[in-house]
């Protein structure tokens, strides 16, 4: 019979042994290792996805103990599969909020406040402008992610052809009426306005810095049937019966024919340069030449408006890894790698910080684009109502601008039918 030798034997045992304490060191670190579920929107789009995944990775590369397992979800299903996930205690470890749905999630009570990881450091690194209406019951609910307010794009080369001041764009709402009617004299062809009137929450976001420069609010007591939305109502059928806005159009649906021309004044995010140099080709010297923005003029309140639309970053008090998720939360909204090839390269938008980390991202940030709305349009910034009553409130409100648009029913019975729908 064949028998190992003395020494053989000892040489298996020793392998054995190695091996066996190799498979109980890489157990261990597998133990250890943290797998975070990171819900969003980001992964599920075409436009976005490469930089998300490119921003995981580096991520994980720093932090070999954490993996990301980025579940991709539709910016219009996201919030309903996180209320549902979240009331039957099954949330993830991280999720991207916008809007609306931020202060949603906070009213299940299962949102994890973010006071208790930010430090006195990081709080001085974000703006703190970023930090407002990101609070409930006195908690930090959600971290800025992006920033992205809403400006008056201009088209220099449309109002050239109109025989308007390219450098000088509307600062009232009545010297924006003038040029309006300059452009649809001059150029049939072109929409004057850009300005989404559809029946969505969004649009209703996007139009409240419009409602709030004639002083009105609908979510008052009585503010539907008040003389100020009433005001407003009435301007917006005037834009409409002289052909300057078109209202079937969606926000999306104005950006690629401001790329060729064919809008004056378009009313949208910072991200707007990033769709018109994908469609047209031109260079960013091309492109500073070729289109403005400034602040909204403004109307009876004789204040310009705005409003935020950037994503939040959220954490849930259920995540058993609480730590590593704020350290993920922390990375994308304040890490350089994450804002440049992320939040400046793919969404365009502005970072909350209120200094870029490095020279170079310091020299990006530095445009004309991102210079107006760091410094003259993110001031002009007004809180939207959110809150339960926020989207079927929207539902009635943009109907009743609908009505106004592309109807003739009296102004007074529009006011009063939304504030009937509104129950108050």
């Known amino acids: 019979m064949f028998r190992l030798s003395r020494m053989a034997r000892r040489s298996a045992f020793v392998a054995s042994t190695i ?32 930089g998300i995944q490119a921003v995981i990775a580096a991520f994980e590369k720093e932090n070999p103990d954490i993996e990301i397992k980025s579940e991709a979800i539709s910016f219009s299903e996201i919030a309903r599969q996180l209320v549902l996930r979240v009331r039957s205690g099954n949330p993830p470890d991280v999720a991207e909020v916008s809007g609306n749905d931020t202060i949603l999630l906070a009213l299940t009570g299962k949102v994890e406040p973010i006071d208790n990881y930010l430090d006195a450091a990081t709080r001085a690194e974000v703006k703190p402008s970023s930090l407002e209406g990101l609070s409930y019951k006195g908690k930090l609910v959600a971290f800025p992610w992006t920033q992205a307010p809403a400006g008056l794009w201009y088209d220099k080369a449309v109002m050239q052809k109109a025989g308007l001041d390219p450098e000088n764009p509307p600062k009232t709402i009545d010297e924006l009426m003038k040029d309006l009617a300059a452009v649809k004299k001059s150029q049939p062809d072109v929409i004057p306005l850009g300005l989404d009137t559809t029946n969505r929450a969004f649009s209703l976001i996007s139009n409240w810095p419009w409602m709030k420069t004639f002083g009105a609010d609908p979510f008052a007591e009585n503010g539907a049937t008040s003389d100020a939305m009433k005001k407003y109502l009435s301007w917006m059928r005037d834009l409409a019966k002289k052909g300057y806005i078109d209202p079937g159009r969606k926000i999306g649906e104005f950006r690629p024919l401001i790329a060729q021309d064919k809008v004056a004044f378009l009313w949208d995010q910072v991200l707007l340069q990033g769709v018109i140099q994908s469609t047209n080709k031109m260079t960013d010297a091309d492109f500073y030449k070729h289109y403005g923005v400034a602040t909204q003029p403004a109307g009876a309140s004789g204040k310009p408006y705005s409003f935020e639309g950037g994503h939040q970053l959220v954490m849930f008090s259920d995540s058993k890894h609480q730590e590593a998720a704020w350290k993920f939360i922390k990375y994308l909204a304040t890490s350089p790698y994450a804002t440049e090839n992320y939040t400046l390269s793919y969404e365009a938008s502005l970072t909350p910080l209120e200094k870029a980390p490095t020279d170079a991202l310091a020299k990006k940030l530095d445009t004309p684009v991102f210079n107006a709305f760091s410094r003259k349009i993110m001031p002009t910034v007004t809180a939207v109502p959110y809150g339960p009553r926020f989207a079927p409130g929207a539902t009635a409100i943009m109907a009743g601008v609908q009505q106004a648009v592309t109807g003739d029913m009296p102004i007074d019975q529009i006011a009063a039918s939304i504030q009937q729908n509104l129950g108050n």
Not at 32 to 45: C, G, I, P
């Open 19 to 50: 091996l066996a304490l190799g498979m109980a060191a890489t157990a261990s670190h597998a133990a250890d290792k943290v797998t975070l579920t990171f819900a969003n929107w980001a992964d599920a789009e075409g436009a976005t996805r490469p």
